[in-house]
């Protein structure tokens, strides 16, 4: 039987896990020996109502992590923001302009293109590959509605829509009630102030209920499994953003030379 710290690692995995993380990773840590019967959890596609300015800006202001607990009724969340600045080979502040009106051209730049998709204009979904962790088993992606505003001066993107696809092992006693996942990813890019790139800032947030037993953990324990994770999906996200959209823009610039 798993003791209380064991349980509170795959729970805050398989929380933070949907938005973006190094797969291999965590895939590495625990896959090799789990069962192979699972139990599907009721989990199903999640809408989220529009987003408000005042929403985005309350994630998208904040510096690093976040954390927040309510003990007693068992919520909790957490998450990171940071800021993203890429310089572009090549680039000018029209040019960038321009490569940030495209959506698509910008979709690709921020996701594996072989796990991404347009489910519908412009909200594309994210996808992950089967994961493992623990006892729990994720095939989950996340939609996420990408636009430009003022002509290529902002571009923005936002979460509308998830599903965790969560499976889980007999025995666990974790039900889809009790992990009672929301996720919220925002954010943002424009020109640099010189025109030769892109800055911006990337956050997301995650909710959830933390079953009674684990609810008596102590606080710091908590903060520093959670912050781990984030530390890593920050990085992920923001590496890979960074080479993608080196690589897609040098590709933009060759097709506006060539036409």
Not at 30 to 59: F, M, N, V
Not at 121 to 134: A, E, I, N, S
Not at 159 to 181: E, K, W
Request: a neutral charge.
């Amino acid at each position: 039987m798993m003791n209380g710290s064991s349980r509170l690692v795959f729970l805050a995995a398989s929380l933070v896990l949907l938005i973006a993380c190094d797969v291999e990773a965590f895939m590495n840590q625990s896959s090799s020996h789990l069962a192979l019967k699972t139990t599907s959890l009721d989990a199903r596609p999640r809408q989220r109502k529009p987003w408000s300015e005042r929403e985005r800006q309350t994630i998208l202001s904040r510096n690093g992590e976040h954390f927040k607990l309510d003990r007693m009724r068992g919520d909790i969340e957490f998450g990171s923001s940071s800021r993203i600045q890429t310089n572009l080979d090549g680039a000018d502040e029209a040019a960038v302009r321009q490569w940030l009106s495209d959506d698509k051209q910008i979709a690709m730049s921020i996701w594996d293109p072989t796990l991404i998709e347009e489910v519908e204009p412009k909200v594309y979904r994210l996808k992950l590959m089967t994961l493992m962790f623990v006892t729990i088993q994720l095939s989950p992606h996340v939609d996420v509605r990408m636009f430009e505003e003022g002509q290529g001066s902002m571009f923005k993107l936002e979460s509308v829509a998830f599903d965790p696809n969560i499976q889980i092992l007999p025995g666990v006693g974790v039900s889809a009630d009790q992990l009672g996942i929301v996720i919220d990813v925002v954010g943002e890019l424009y020109p640099s102030r010189d025109g030769k790139g892109v800055d911006g800032k990337i956050g997301f947030v995650t909710k959830g209920e933390l079953p009674p037993p684990m609810r008596l953990l102590p606080e710091q324990a908590l903060k520093s499994s959670l912050s781990t994770i984030n530390r890593t999906i920050t990085n992920f996200a923001i590496s890979n953003f960074q080479r993608g959209a080196r690589d897609k823009f040098r590709d933009f610039l060759l097709s506006e030379q060539a036409s």
